[in-house]
Nanobody, 119 residues
């Protein structure tokens, strides 16, 4: 079993910045990919950004140039730096990790952290 714990959400003004953190913990696992998803009220969960084990990244068009995903492999931690945030970035942000445990690959989710962009 692997646990993902997110932190860093909160209230931020439009144009401001926020950094989300996702820490993975457990036994005998390696991380193939870590990603951030978000879900706004009344909308489906959507991919925000993902980083794979080789360091390649992919972003939703709506956040390109504003958000940056990074990862500290030694700490099994991923970060989402959010700059120039907009009201439409308001959502619950979820961390996801694709984890390898032996010959099995599994997907785990964090509990979510609320990000509210408002003046």
């Amino acid at each position: 079993q692997v646990q993902l714990v997110e932190s860093g959400g909160g209230l931020v003004q439009p144009g401001g910045s926020l950094r989300l953190t996702c820490a993975a913990s457990g036994r005998n696992f390696s991380i193939n990919a870590m990603g951030w998803y978000r879900q706004a009220p009344g909308k489906q969960r959507e991919l925000v950004a993902i980083i794979i084990s080789g360091g390649n990244t992919n972003y939703a068009d709506s956040v390109k140039g504003r958000f940056t995903i990074s990862r500290d492999n030694a700490k099994n931690t991923a970060y989402l730096q959010m700059n120039n945030v907009k009201a439409e970035d308001t959502a619950v942000y979820y961390c996801n990790s694709i984890v390898q445990q032996g010959s099995t690959s599994r997907s785990y989710w964090g509990q979510g952290t609320q990000v509210t962009v408002s003046s």
